[in-house]
């Protein structure tokens, strides 16, 4: 906590100050790559919200039809664990399996409950992750998947968490340097 502090409260110091290590026309591209980055990771967790909303109000939709109890609570905690690298399948399921089982004699639900959660979570993570936050931080779909795939194997769970981050801060680097434009464009949407 006091290291969070710290950073928010002298963030405009320590932003003025990097700056000032970068002369001239330099200062005036680092400032604004730094701002693209900024812009990028807001765009990121903004997008990741997105995808939980949808998924959550599908998922407990789908399990209200379904009559598991505690629909509502079920939906977001699936939706939640589905963002989860690597593990996010497993656990997306396991909430609403647990509160199928309170349902007597239904192990058709139960089975449905499972056929739905993955199907949901198969679909949001394979094509809407891609879509969504590749255009809310400005990368076209095929780096965002290419990323996630190279990120994931270089740094496992940390890597998939980072991808879409990392990769377009080297966007927003690569935009605002006259010679790696082109390197941007390739990268973007």
Known sequence: PFLVYFMLSWRDHINRSFLRLFPGEERYQVGRTWMGIGDSTRAYVFGNFLLWVFLSSVSAIAFFLLGVPYWPLIGLLSAFFSLVPYVGLPLSILPPVLAAIAIPNRFKIILTVVALTAAFHIFTMNFLYAKIIGRRVRLNPLIVTVALMFWGVVWGGVGLLL??????????????????????????D
Do not use: H
């Open 163 to 188: 991808a879409v981050p990392i990769t377009a801060a080297i966007k927003a680097v690569c935009d605002n340097i006259e010679s790696l434009e082109p390197y941007g464009k390739l990268l973007g």
